[in-house]
């Protein structure tokens, strides 16, 4: 009996969840976005800085690989005669959350204390969203999961939260 309670309480969160991504889709951008907005330039025009908040969060060390130093700290040794500095992969299941002002959108169509969400990569991309790279990134890829792979939240102050599910293929430099 008790399993079915959760069981039952579990459900009406997952559907009312769905429920609220699936109408927040559907809500037309045409008042949020205004005429002249262009989601290649960053708010605040051109020059000057802008203020963007982003947050890492590591889920999970999926791998790391350091397989072959001792034989490439050998052959650059003696063939090239170049310090070696040891590296390690490492491949990281990360949640990335970058949040920013933006202005120039019409909040007032959402209302002052709700939250427009969009999960589709189409409609995402109409907005603007801070470019971010790795230094030291190999490759980084967007992860399928559950929850999505991304996901842009709009509140009625222009609060803009874009969060992304992605694994990371790191490279990380010892001291040799």
Known sequence: MVTLSITQNFL???????IRLTSAQEV?????????YDAGF???GLWGPMNVSISLYVNDLLNTE???QVLWKMLINTFLNLSFSPCQ?????ITLVQQWVDRRLNTSVIGRNRNFIVTDSAVINR??????????GISVATMRTIGGQ????????????YSQHVR?????RGRG
């Open 12 to 18: 009406v969160f997952l559907c009312g969840l769905l």
């Open 28 to 36: 037309d951008l045409g008042g949020l976005l205004p005429p002249d």
């Open 42 to 44: 960053r708010p605040g």
């Open 66 to 68: 350091n397989k072959d």
């Open 89 to 93: 992969t490492i491949t990281l299941d």
């Open 127 to 136: 907005f603007w969203t801070p470019k971010l790279y790795f230094v030291n």
């Open 150 to 161: 991304q996901r842009l939240t709009i509140t009625g102050d222009s609060l803009l939260s």
């Open 168 to 172: 990371a293929l790191m490279m990380v």
